[in-house]
């Protein structure tokens, strides 16, 4: 439930905030994709400053439930209030842009290292599944409720702020158990993780960094994507609509796809592939919107396929390396480890802002040949990350035989 209502908030932040801002706030593009940048920053750092202050402070230890309650209502109305700014006030949008970061990161947080509690007991791909099945329900339904939105000929205020209000009600509901699982978790007494050594394939313990690094640069690849196709003029009309509904419907199929090859090369091995397949379905987007609704419709289906397998192969690998370094046995250390990794992920997320909009203010009409310069870079993106996690790969196995070999 709470990672659903948490998810509710950030999909429809995620893809939708950067399009109110132009189409709604009327804001120019460079200027709302600077400060969804500036918000991301925001949001990056609370994240690492409440992972440590969790970890080293044990009076915000025992109030968390308590605050992670209030940070769910203070997000749940920041995010309800970005329809109803002022048409081009710079202020009001700043406010409400980083009040709803700042509320998101001080219930992010808590609510992600509970993950690491749970995956002990369940198993990190399980929990990575339940986890990406529920994100990519929610955003089905952001999806899907977003449609009177951008499916219009022109954006109506109106409709947003109806949208924008329901969904802030659906997710406040749902965050409501957020204290009490976060007091649960933090009393959990968590056995010492027991590594299978004979594990496909691992990330480098010692390749924290790497990691958090390459999920910054392609989380920041793919959700440019995924902005950058509510202003592309170049899709079909009655597919414009419809495009993220369908990009978050094969995001759902891709669980079953990429789940049975995680468990059978590995998480970390297989997000490598997640992410080739990714730089492959972008760099096809262009070719495939000149051939008709058909091949886009295809296309666009191979992108959720794609960027669902990063999501849930991001937060599987992740999880494993944490018990590889022996972090994850502590919900109040795991708050920490969770806390570096959501804030590179969310400095990734920004920059896809700050590519969207600079790309949105130097091409003349979003066309067919326009995307190229999007994509081109996209895929590049894409690539890098897949090649940071080999490397990551390579060390990990070495590390291992390394074990092996004093152990023997």
């Given at each position: 439930m709470t990672h659903a209502g948490k998810s509710l908030l950030w999909a429809g932040t995620d893809a939708f905030s950067f399009f109110i801002l132009i189409k709604i706030v009327q804001i120019p593009p460079v200027a709302a994709g600077t400060l969804f940048v500036l918000s991301s920053f925001w949001n990056a750092m609370i994240d690492a400053l409440w992972g440590n202050g969790i970890e080293r402070v044990g009076t915000i230890r025992k109030a968390l439930p308590g605050l992670c309650g209030l940070a769910g209502m203070l997000a749940c109305f920041s995010f309800a209030l970005l329809p109803w700014l002022p048409t081009g006030s710079m202020l009001a949008t700043v406010v409400a842009l980083f009040l709803f970061r700042t509320a998101f990161s001080l219930l992010d947080v808590p609510h992600n290292a509970t993950a690491a509690a749970l995956a002990h007991v369940h198993g990190h791909l399980i929990v990575a599944r339940w986890r990406s099945t529920l994100s990519a329900v929610t955003a089905l339904a952001i999806a899907t409720a977003a449609l009177p939105v951008v499916g219009a000929a022109s954006a109506s205020p109106r409709t947003a702020q109806i949208m924008f209000m329901t969904v802030a009600a659906v997710a406040f509901l749902l965050l409501v158990p957020l204290p009490w699982l976060v007091r649960t978790t933090r009393l959990m007494v968590v056995a010492r993780?027991?590594?299978?050594?004979?594990?496909?394939?691992?990330?480098?313990?010692?390749g924290f960094v790497l990691f958090c690094f390459a999920q910054m640069l392609g989380f920041a690849a793919l959700a440019s994507v995924g902005k950058a196709i509510l202003h592309a003029d170049a899709l079909n009309e009655r597919l414009f609509g419809y495009a993220l509904l369908l990009i978050a419907l094969a995001r759902l199929a891709a669980i079953g796809l990429w789940a049975p090859l995680a468990a059978k090369i590995g998480s970390a091995r297989a997000l490598g592939f997640a992410y080739v397949a990714s730089a492959a379905a972008a760099l096809c987007l262009p070719a495939a919107i000149g051939q008709g609704p058909v091949s886009m419709m295809i296309v666009l289906a191979l992108l959720g396929l794609s960027f669902g397998g990063v999501g849930l192969l991001a937060w599987s690998s992740f999880s494993e390396l944490l018990a590889l370094m022996r972090t994850g046995e502590d919900p109040a250390v795991a708050a920490r480890a969770y806390g570096w990794f959501t804030s590179t992920s969310k400095i990734g997320l920004g920059f896809s802002g700050v590519l969207t909009g600079v790309w949105l203010s130097?091409?003349?009409?979003?066309?067919?040949?326009?995307?190229?310069?999007?994509?081109?870079?996209?895929?590049?993106?894409?690539l890098a990350s897949a090649l940071m996690m080999w490397l990551g790969l390579v060390n990990g196995r070495r590390q291992l035989e390394k074990r092996w070999s004093e152990q023997q």
């Open positions: 993780p027991r590594v299978r050594e004979t594990v496909p394939a691992v990330f480098s313990p010692g130097q091409v003349r009409g979003v066309g067919t040949q326009s995307l190229w310069s999007l994509v081109v870079p996209v895929a590049a993106l894409c």
